[in-house]
């Protein structure tokens, strides 16, 4: 792709990728100054496609074409990636984010699942070449559509915690953070409603490196207790990368203005804050409705297959997180200790915790 | 495989005429941007009438509608091989 053919996709997103046998194809669309201010990427492209014009005038290239894309000059640098182990507070995370108009938040963009699945489809494809069209479609999905926007974060798929090597290289300089909560309480809202990951053929089996034969014997809630071991595991290993921080869903929502906004490398102001405080106040996956700290009810609704799972499968990965977390809490009030003063105490300040996901 | 970017194919079946004028906007702003200036699809649909005609395209507005129809189902069904 020539400096000309990278130029003539100004203005142009990248809504979809699909694998073909003739090559993977990347859908564009224009999509004007519409912002992400949806729960999720695919709510807010749906809305757009409702316009004949974004719906019919649409464009596709080849992927190789966004190899040409990762220096595009015209995108925001990531700062944030979010990482996250589903149904912990991840899309209120992303939300309060999005209610900055400052921030363009992209939360779980298919394109980028897409993408990180390539191998699947194409062994042949180098690392190299897979870095350059994961930070070429990163950047060119980070471009911003108002003046406003100058902070870039993407919320990734709870099973991209598996591909956080691939991207940390690709953006190593990148701060991220992985949500993840009680492990019960995570069953039992994949229990009442399984999200894609947790069915297996949905998203495939193979992403986890599990024996099919293996999975084909597994209840359903055995099959979501072993996913979500492995991406805690996963994840575990590569905390210590460095630029990635845990956290505990019972952080939320305060621990964004308290201490993730310094953790990104931005300063969120006293109206940013007080948004975000009246943002957390409505449910983050159907802002119609007032959030409910629901924590109780789910412990109460866990059967005994549940707990025998979560005890078996999950106590042990989730006491690995939550020991890597309070060692890294350990090391940011050692490193702050200088810091620590009477205008610098609200961490200290108690905070009510609020259960945000279903 | 060239790289350069290509329009969509939505409208395989339908006229030439059609296609030719989904060319013409995906590669120019100024018209996409008319075109999506249409508060509703009837007046989409017109105005994608009016233009094509008055470049020389002899599509029709049943046309369009039913290129916009298979444009709905191919984005519904966009990752089924």
Redesign the interface.
């Known amino acids: 792709m020539n400096a000309a053919d990278a130029t003539d996709l100004a203005g142009w997103t990248p809504i979809n990728l699909a694998w073909r046998p003739e090559g993977a194809r990347v859908d564009w669309c224009r999509l004007g100054d519409t912002r992400f201010t949806e729960p999720f990427f695919e709510q807010t492209i749906a809305t757009a496609l409702r316009h004949p014009a974004r719906l019919l005038f649409r464009r596709q290239t080849p992927v190789a074409a966004l190899e040409a894309l990762q220096n595009d000059p015209s995108s925001l640098p990531p700062r944030g990636f979010i990482f996250h182990l589903s149904r912990c507070g991840s899309t209120l995370a992303s939300q309060l984010l999005a209610a900055l108009p400052q921030n363009l938040v992209l939360s779980e963009a298919p394109p980028i699942d897409q993408l990180l699945n390539a191998q699947r489809y194409d062994s042949t494809l180098t690392r190299e070449r897979r870095l350059a069209q994961i930070r070429g479609l990163i950047h060119v999905l980070g471009r911003p559509r108002h003046r406003d926007e100058r902070h870039l974060f993407i919320k990734f798929d709870s099973w991209h915690g598996l591909d956080l090597p691939l991207i940390h290289e690709a953006f190593p300089d990148v701060p991220w953070i992985f949500l993840y909560r009680d492990p019960i309480e995570i069953m039992v809202s994949q229990h009442r409603q399984r999200g894609t990951q947790m069915i297996p053929g949905i998203v495939n089996p193979w992403l986890f490196g599990f024996d099919p034969a293996a999975v084909a014997q597994m209840s359903l809630d055995e099959y979501c207790a072993r996913v979500l071991a492995r991406i805690s595991v996963a994840v575990a290993m590569q905390a210590r990368l460095g630029r990635g921080r845990l956290v505990n869903f019972t952080e939320l929502p305060a621990v964004l203005w308290e201490s993730l906004g310094e953790f990104f490398g931005v300063e969120w102001t006293q109206d940013d804050v007080a948004r975000m405080q009246r943002g957390s106040l409505a449910d983050a996956k159907n802002p119609t409705l007032s959030h409910a700290d629901d924590r109780a009810a789910k412990q109460r609704e866990a059967g005994a297959e549940i707990h025998r799972l979560a005890d078996e499968v999950l106590r042990e990965p989730y006491a690995h997180l939550e020991s890597i977390r309070l060692a890294q809490a350990d090391g940011a009030e050692s490193a702050s200790a200088f810091a620590a003063s009477a205008s610098s105490s609200s961490r200290n300040q108690p905070f009510t915790t609020q259960s945000i996901t279903k | ?1 060239p ?8 409208t395989s079946g339908l006229a030439d005429d059609f296609a030719a004028f ?1 060319q013409l ?3 120019d ?1 100024e018209l ?1 941007a008319r ?2 200036n ?1 508060p509703t ?1 009837e007046a ?2 017109d105005l994608a009438v009016e233009l094509g005609a008055a470049r020389g395209f002899a599509f029709e507005a049943d046309d ?1 509608r039913a ?2 129809q298979a ?2 189902c191919a ?1 519904i069904e ?2 089924v ?1």
């Open positions: 495989m790289l350069s970017p290509r329009p969509i194919a939505l989904q906007v995906v590669n702003p996409f075109l999506e249409t699809t989409f649909v369009v290129s916009l444009a709905r984005w966009r990752n091989a």
